[in-house]
């Protein structure tokens, strides 16, 4: 599956973006989806992951209760509302699919995940 992601951008800490992943070339209701992110000088890490028919997501605890992950198996899409932005959030997202679902967000490899998109750069200003 070929993913594109996009939806970055700059803006103020508590503002809201809506990061978007467009997916190609498979069957996409197959595929676990998750967004990660690296900032800059770090690993990429988890932030969230939703399963094949979106009944269940994880989250990092970072991110839990402000950012919510969603998935449009009609549209071959999946979205991550991020809500109440703060400056550490600033990163490149990037969404990836795989196939393995998990018991807990501690279980969610980067690994696990095969196909990647291209990072989308959101940046939070204080």
């Known amino acids: 599956v070929q993913l594109q992601a996009s939806g970055g951008g700059s803006v103020q800490a508590g503002d809201s973006l809506r990061l978007s992943c467009a997916a190609s070339g498979d069957t996409f209701s197959t595929y676990v989806m998750g967004w990660f992110r690296q900032a800059s000088g770090e690993e990429r890490e988890f932030v969230a992951a939703i399963s094949w028919s979106g009944s269940s997501a994880y989250y990092a605890d970072s991110v839990k209760g402000r950012f919510t992950i969603s998935r449009d198996n009609a549209e071959n899409t999946a979205h991550l509302q991020m809500n109440s932005l703060e400056p550490e959030d600033t990163a490149d997202y990037y969404c990836?699919?795989?196939?393995?679902?998990?018991?807990?967000?501690?279980?969610?490899?980067?690994?696990?995940?095969?196909?990647w998109g291209q990072g989308t750069l959101v940046t939070v200003s204080s």
């Open positions: 990836a699919s795989g196939r393995s679902w998990y018991n807990s967000a501690t279980d969610v490899r980067l690994s696990d995940f095969g196909s």
